[in-house]
């Protein structure tokens, strides 16, 4: 799995990114999803739209509509914990598809980590992306979820 900040550089080096940059210079990021691969949010308050970029071999876009919602920032520069370390603080072993979000939370960024299991669980993890300390940690089943 590529790391969250190096999928970040990859974007943000791009011509995809550069030119979206030019036209939306007052948009930031905003979150982040992994399912096989980065979807990397970016909001901008004057269009009120989220773009995702995603890196599957190349930088793609895709523009959704942020529904007239502020999203907060999230500030990578307080990122100290990146995914690989974030998934071994949870003590949950990665055996089959995980869903990772990175967001921010009262002003600090925060892994969402959840891993199904193959007795019908779902193991969900937060952990400080500033300091790698377990904000909560639960597991229920599919069923409860609903």
């Known amino acids: 799995m590529l790391g969250f900040m190096q999928a970040l550089s990859k974007i943000e080096g791009s011509q995809v990114f550069r030119e979206y940059q030019k036209k939306n210079s007052e948009s930031y990021l905003t979150n982040s999803l992994y399912i096989h691969e980065w979807q990397i949010n970016f909001y901008s308050k004057k269009t009120k739209l989220i773009t995702s970029f995603t890196t599957n071999g190349r930088v793609s876009k895709k523009v959704m509509d942020g529904k007239n919602k502020e999203f907060p920032v999230l500030n990578k520069n307080k990122i100290k914990i ?41 193991i969900n993890s937060k ?5 790698g300390e377990i904000w909560e940690k639960s597991e229920k089943n599919i069923m409860e979820l609903r």
Request: aromatic share 2%; proline share 7%.
């Open 82 to 122: 990146d995914i690989a370390k974030a998934i071994e603080i949870s003590g949950n072993r990665q055996e089959g598809t995980a869903i990772i979000i990175i967001q921010t939370e009262n002003s600090i960024p925060v892994w969402n980590i959840s891993i199904p299991t193959p007795s019908l669980k779902v």
């Open 127 to 131: 952990i400080s992306a500033e300091s």
